[in-house]
């Protein structure tokens, strides 16, 4: 709450607090035709090895197989995928005790996952679960051995405004020993659970440059989220926090259309849209909009949620609702991935961040 008033003081103002450029003023005029690197050779750096502070380059290793990132030709899009167990977030919410077993489909998927980008040729963010992570090392060492960027979505997946400044902090540090433990990289970009960073938790940007993260990617500006910071308006920006230090934030796409706005950057939208809307929503959504899916929506089987012989009914449909939405979603991911990329640039949030920041924290 503290840090809402700062904002509001600094925008009245005109310093102090937490500084974000303005509504339509995106800080990154030029972007669109900055030449992105897509090659294995790009100067960005998704994530850094051990024994390195964040934000310090190196290169992101090999290219996935095949070479080249993806260049659809079109404005440059950004693909994250939130790597999570759903078969463990839907056992916990029915109430399962032993739900932080490893599910049984997470394999299956990340095999589908990483099948599909190398067929597109192209990286991505692997914002990371901590608690997914642990349940499966085995799938997490080698996604930075293949190119991709290794980021954090938290630890135990809760909201962050359900948590204190320093439990989120606590959090933080579960997760990343995790990742560092199994891919011996640093991840400097974070995604909160449900995009869960609210004007009343907004301190979590502190806490995460603190921690060291360097940019943040849970803006999302959906009407579905109340409360939203005013930070989720808008393209990639710097905030600049009152410690003086500056952390990145990068929105996920939404369409700002004349009636309003439009969520159009995760695949249960795409479930439910035309993929021309999708497709011209993108090209409208602003610079560097952010996509993002998970590995249950690539799955090539229907889900299912196996609770287990003693789950008592009410648990039993609730999780079977939860399986009926999210496998609508699951048999369009792939066929509308495929359709972004070619008609667009897909980096990950990573060689985007190392561009920006590197440019000075602003192209305005
Ligand atoms: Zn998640």
Not at 177 to 206: K, M
Request: with cysteine; proline share 9%.
């Amino acid at each position: 709450m503290a840090q809402v008033r700062r904002r509001d003081e600094a925008r009245e103002s005109g310093e102090g607090g937490i500084r974000t450029p303005e509504r339509g003023q995106p800080p990154l005029r030029d972007f669109q035709s900055r030449p992105f690197n897509h090659s294995g050779t790009s100067p960005g750096r998704p994530s850094v090895a051990v024994g390195k502070r964040p934000g310090q380059s190196e290169s992101t290793g090999p290219a996935p197989k095949g070479g080249k990132g993806s260049d659809g030709g079109g404005p440059t899009l950004l693909l994250s995928i939130d790597f999570e167990d759903w078969h463990q977030l839907v056992r916990r919410r029915v109430g399962c005790s032993d739900w932080e077993r490893p599910g049984p489909a997470l394999s299956r998927q990340t095999d589908a996952l990483l099948a599909l980008l190398d067929e597109l040729k192209l990286r991505a963010t692997f914002f990371i679960l901590g608690m997914a992570a642990r349940a499966h090392p085995g799938l997490i060492e080698g996604l930075a051995a293949r190119g991709h960027e290794i980021g954090c979505h938290g630890d135990r997946h809760l909201p962050v405004h359900s948590q204190s400044p320093g439990e989120f902090a606590s959090d933080l540090r579960a997760a990343r020993a995790t990742i560092e433990q199994l891919t011996g990289r640093v991840p400097i970009g974070y995604r909160a659970p449900a995009f869960s960073i609210t004007g009343t938790s907004d301190w979590a940007y502190d806490v995460l440059a603190a921690e060291g993260f360097a940019y943040d990617a849970s803006a999302h500006d959906t009407p579905s989220l109340r409360d939203r910071p005013q930070a989720a308006k808008g393209a990639p920006h710097p905030l600049e926090l009152p410690t003086g230090q500056t952390l990145w934030e990068f929105p996920v796409a939404v369409w700002h259309a004349r009636l309003g706005g439009v969520p159009i950057g995760g695949a249960s939208y795409w479930a439910v849209l035309p993929s021309t809307l999708v497709l011209r929503g993108l090209e409208r959504a602003g610079p560097l909009a952010g996509l993002y899916v998970h590995p249950h929506e690539l799955d090539p089987q229907p889900l299912r949620p196996q609770l287990g012989g003693g789950a008592q009914l009410k648990a039993r449909l609730h999780a079977s609702a939860r399986a009926v939405q999210r496998n609508s979603a699951r048999r369009r991911a792939p066929a509308m991935l495929r359709a972004i990329a070619r008609r667009f640039r897909l980096i990950p949030y990573g060689d985007a961040h190392a561009q920006l920041s590197g440019a000075g924290g602003t192209a305005a």
